[in-house]
């Protein structure tokens, strides 16, 4: 008690200046009791210790009294360090400057966890009876200064702190310097936060108050005042204006950084000034880093933001303006002065309205007006205005991410007070896509929203022109309001759904000012209008889009639109309300009028670029009746225009009516996508694809229509259609659609039906004929020579003219199914005037002249073979033409898959280098190997049957020579040494012919016919003749006689005759047989010939039957590859240089083989296949011609004379069939009882088996 009666009385001696040295000193003068001045103090702090404030939660209370109160650090260059300690209290401390006419002043301080709950101070001091507006008591302060008629803060910082840092209440004049504001401390309510600037009536107005309040902050620093915590993330605010609405009296709102209340109703108006101020990563839950608010107040107090920046700010939940929010209640109360509330220039805005960890983005900027209309109110009494603003990467996620400004009026109208300013702003990369919450949903949303504002009044100059770049989402955005553009402007690459540059609703419009000059370029949207979009369904005749001050402005006026696109119409402008609408300020022009000051304001326009809502529906083609049948489609080119004729788009709607009877609608339906089509605006001519769909049979092969309207005008296009029954192969099911027939489905499921095409598809490997038969739909196999092929060829179309081949992949190739001029069932017949020809499957025009030059050709042909064999002996006896033969005779097979398969891509030159490899295969099994006409008519019954006669006319020959021989010593000197080797060769050569005949002659083909349940059986290589036919069992008499005459005793000869000389009575008749074939063979390797030929037979047998199956084409490359390593084992020829030469030819045919089959199961183009087989027989070819050189020089005795060009004679001998010494000649002359059964029968040979070759 002493001690406070000591201090109480001492008080007056307080000198001027306090220098505060000691660390609770500066506690000791203001905070022990309340301070009230007796006269000017300055207190200086040293910066080299902590100023400690002891923690009671109370506040420091100073009453200025009309006197003045300096605190600042003791040196220029530093902080002097005010720090509140803590306590067992929730608060620590804080100070409160009160009182009238006083003069405050702090310069160099640094507040450091301070902060009080404001209910510690007297009522009087922050709240007012009179106000709107009241703390509650969770808000807690730093510094609260009230009533104080000047205020200079100049480098202070507070960090740390509890509450706001810093409350002015109605201070008359504040100047605020480099104040610092950041890492407000979080806590689990609303206490406040940053600098809050609290305005309102005064209790008892005093005489001679401030007749106006201003507070200027510059150079300041809010930074991270936030009351994010884990706690606050299930709390829900309502925002500040609906608490307004909702009560008279509402508890203090405040945002993160600066709060700025106007409450006052008297005659003193304030005026805040924020300048060179930064703001940064600050949130709260009413407003991101400002919030200001106006409570119905009739003063025109106003802010002013100049040369500020804000950096990732945001509201943490449900309300906007991530880094300003301004509210102003204008209320009942008719204006009768301008007030310029808001006044925002030269600043910038970074990154605003969204933070991490958020899921709200909130946009940048919001400004709401809320006002009572009153009719007899002046208009534009209000102005906010916005310049020299840059906004980069702001975020919102519907609209306004950069500025939304909305006025409500009572009741809802159209307001006529509120005008935006909008000067010289700049807009580029908004909003940040690169924000986590924006993936998972958002539309583009618009950059500046504008609700219900009668004038925006957009400006640039040619020095700062207006320019929006690169922005996703419609740049304005304006309902129920207009703009007015003036000046110099530019949209550039802006990205939005509609109107990229300017999005109109709601009888929103734009004035264009005289002397305009806006640019917009590179801007696209997902729908409507590229650059400029306008929307209005409300009234029935609207506002036109663009409005013009006078008449003639139009001349002075430049809208230069380029590379503007949109995906629906309009790839720079869509609106409906071009030409059918009002005017505000002159008479409504005529259409003509219109188009003549669009043509004149809108530069560089495209006929796309401008669209308004349809009118018209066109027809791109002649009125045409379209044939289709059930689930097939119709395509209609159509477009869509405007009143000026201009392209739009419209949805277009199809309905099915009877022809003549426009009331009654089918029973057609079409798909579920279809009925309705949106037709673009981008095109002179969009197709309508329509696929209809019918069950009633009746609706079937008539006439009927299809109207097609649109909704916005009343024309309708009439388009004709006549759905037919289903084609051949096709039935009708109950889907409404024609579908693949019963028989294809059993016939092969591979095959799938389109109707859409009319067409069967198939996959390309797949043979088959389809045609009508008797009327009625068929399918068969068909015959791998007969048909068209192709590696795209995978489709088939019938129609009245034939059956075609087609490939899905290229509409544009079509050839007839049949092969070669082939028509009829399975392509068995030749066309009309056309024949079939020896050497060849293909029908040739012949004339009847033919026949005697073809026979004369076969009977010289005859002799000529029998005499080469004879001169050159190419017999088998040899062992030289064994493999070749067998090559040929294999490779046989090949000219029917391969060299003789339908090739349409193969040019005349590839023809020349296919024929010589087909001659050559085809004349080892003689064959003809090229086309040949006999005669006019002949047909393939008649070629079967002369086929056969070629080789029992060789066998003729031969045995003529024989039985000649006997009777005469020239022609047995001549012939006889060598006849039965010939023969044999001759039957030998015949096997597979005759072979092929037999096979031919007995295969059946099954030809499937719609409604007949048994396939008809026909012949394989015709089907117009039934199997087993009068004409077709002669044909397999014939051909089984004359083919078992001459294969039966070859078979005998070759499988038994190792065991039919056993037998005596036999013996001299069937070993010139047997040793003729086994003779270049080693002893006990006389099956080997045999092996090879049982290959052959089954081969031929099983490439037959197998109708191509995999399995069995493989049991033969098993047998082939067995049958390979044997002969590379056993060595089955006597001669080192045949098992060589036989081992290469096998492995030959081996590669050939399975390179080609490949090639034919993998689709390969048939130009490849036969190019890669005919050319692969080149080797053998060159082979063959060898070995018949050799032959030449073997008889003409010249061979000596070669070989000894290459290497010693003694050194050759032994490896070359025919130069054994004589001597091993003489000693084969002994009798034959002398060989063993098993043995080599050629060392015992008759002289009728004499020759040079083998000794």
Known sequence: MYLFMLFFFALPLVPAAVFVNTSHQLEGILCNKTKILTGDLSLHLDTSITHQITSNGVFCPVNMNHYSLTITSDSNDSFAVIRCTFSDKYWTRGFAFYGTNGSLTMRGLHFTHCGTNLTTLDSDIVNSTTSSIYFTKHHAAVLVFTDIASVTVSNVSIMKYSGFAIVAVNLPYAMVNHLVISYSQQAEFGIGRGLLLLFFDHITRATGAQAQYQVNISNSTFHQNTIRTRTHNHVRYACASTKHRRLSNMPVVNGAAVTVLFTQNDTAPAIVRILNSNFTLNNEYFAGAMLIFTFNSSIDSKTIIDGSYFEHNFVLDACNGGAISATFFFGKRILTKHHRPLVITNSKFNSNGFGDGTTWMSGAIEVVVF???????????????????????????????????????????????????????????????????????????????????????????????????????????????????????????????????????????????????????????????????????????????????????????????????????????????????????????????????????????????????????????????????????????????????????????????????????????????????????????????????????????????????????????????????????????????????????????????????????????????????????????????????????????????????????????????????????ACGECISNYSVVFGSTECKDCSSIFWPFTAILYIIAGPLLVLLLYTLKLTLTTGTLNGIIFYAQIANIGIVHYLNIP???????????????????????????????????????????????????????????????????????????SSIQVLVTIVHLSFTKLLQSVLEVFS??????????????????????????????????????????????????????????????????????????????????????????????????????????????????????????????????????????????????????????????????????????????????AVFMMIIAYHILLVTNKVNRVLLLYQKVYQLKERFPGFKKKKQYNQRRRPYYGCSDSGDYTEAREPLLEQTLIN
């Not at 089907?1023 to 004359?1042: A, D, K, Q």
């Open 371 to 825: 006002k009572d209309v009153n009719d007899s109110e002046r208009q534009h009494l209000v102005a906010i205005s916005f310049r020299n603003l840059h906004f980069e990467l702001n975020t919102s996620p519907n609209f306004g991410a950069c500025l939304t400004v909305v006025s409500q009026t009572f009741p809802s109208e159209s307001s006529k007070y509120l005008t935006i300013f909008f000067d010289s702003i700049v807009a580029y990369n908004n909003p940040n896509l690169t924000v986590k919450e924006m993936d998972k949903n958002f539309n583009p949303a618009s950059l500046f929203h504008f609700d219900n504002i009668d004038h925006v009044i957009i400006t640039g100059t040619l020095t700062e022109p207006g320019n929006f770049s690169h922005n996703y989402g419609s740049v304005f955005d304006f309902l129920r309001s207009e703009a007015v553009l003036k000046g110099h402007l530019f949209f550039n690459a802006n990205i939005a759904s509609h109107g990229a540059a300017f999005l109109l609703k709601e009888n929103s419009a734009i004035f264009l000012k005289k002397g305009l000059r806006a640019n917009f370029t590179n801007n696209a949207v997902q729908s409507l209008g590229g650059a400029i979009y306008a929307v209005n369904e409300n009234s029935k005749e609207a506002k036109c889009t663009f409005q013009l001050y006078s008449r003639n402005d139009y001349k002075n006026i430049s809208l230069t639109f380029s590379n503007n696109t949109a995906a629906l119409a309009g790839n720079s402008i869509y609106s409906p309300n071009l030409y059918e609408c009002y005017c505000e300020k002159f008479k409504r022009p005529d259409t003509v009028m219109f188009v003549k000051m669009y043509h004149a304001m809108f530069k560089n326009i495209l006929q796309a670029d401008i669209a308004s809502k349809a009118k018209y529906i066109n027809l791109c083609m002649e009125k045409n009746m379209h044939e289709i049948h059930p689930g097939g489609s119709i395509h209609i080119p159509i477009n869509v225009t405007d009143q000026n004729g201009s392209l739009t788009f419209a949805v277009v709607t199809v309905t099915p009516v009877e022809k003549g009877n426009f009331l009654k609608k089918l029973n057609w339906w079409f798909l579920d996508y279809q009925g309705s089509f949106v037709i673009k605006g981008k095109n002179n001519c969009t197709t309508v694809n329509l696929t209809i769909h019918t069950t009633d049979v009746a609706t079937l092969n008539k006439e009927s229509m299809l109207l097609l309207s649109i909704l916005q005008g009343n024309n309708i296009v009439e388009v004709g259609v006549k759905l037919k029954s289903c084609p051949f192969g096709f039935i009708l099911n109950m889907t409404g659609s024609c579908v693949c027939s019963d028989l294809i489905t059993k016939f092969n499921r591979q095959i799938k039906c389109d109707i859409e095409s009319n067409a069967f598809i198939k996959s390309a490997d797949l043979i088959v004929w389809m045609g009508n038969s008797s009327y009625n739909f068929s399918i068969a196999y068909c015959h791998p020579s007969y048909c068209n092929i192709g590696s795209q060829m995978d489709s088939i179309q019938l129609n009245s003219s034939g059956s075609y081949l087609g490939s899905t992949a290229n509409s544009t190739i079509s050839l007839p199914l049949c092969y070669g001029s082939r028509t009829g069932e």
């Open 1004 to 1181: 059946s083909a099954k030809i499937f016919i719609e409604g007949i349940d048994v396939p008809k059986i026909v012949w394989y290589n015709n089907g117009f003749i039934e199997y087993n036919s009068e004409s077709h069992r002669w044909l397999m008499v014939v051909t089984s006689i004359v083919a078992g005459l001459i294969l039966i005793p070859y078979f005998i000869v070759m499988l038994l005759g190792n065991f039919l000389l056993k037998f005596d009575r036999l013996r001299e008749y069937i070993r010139p047989f047997y040793e003729a074939i086994h003779a270049p063979y080693r002893r006990n390797k006389w099956y080997w010939f045999a092996i090879h030929q049982l290959f052959v037979l089954f081969t031929y047998v099983s490439e037959t039957f197998s109708k191509g199956r995999v399995p069995l084409f493989l049991s033969l490359l098993l047998i082939y590859h067995i049958l390979l390593y044997l002969q590379t084992k056993l060595a089955p020829f006597r001669y080192k240089t045949l098992n060589w030469l036989n081992l290469m030819i096998l492995l030959a045919l081996n590669i050939v083989f399975l390179v080609s089959h490949f090639m034919y199961l993998t689709d390969v183009s048939p130009k490849q296949l036969v190019m890669f087989f005919a050319i692969a027989n080149y080797p053998i070819i």
């Open 903 to 977: 090739c349409n891509e193969c040019t005349k030159e590839l023809v020349y280098l296919i024929r010589p490899a087909s001659v050559f295969i085809s004349w080892l099994n003689l064959n003809l190997g090229f086309p040949l006409c006999f005669c006019n008519g002949m047909t393939e019954i008649w070629k079967a049957g002369l086929s056969l006669l070629f080789p029992v006319y060789l066998i003729l020959i031969v045995g003529l020579l024989i039985i000649l021989s006997r009777y005469s010593v020239t022609i047995s000197n001549c012939f006889s040494r």
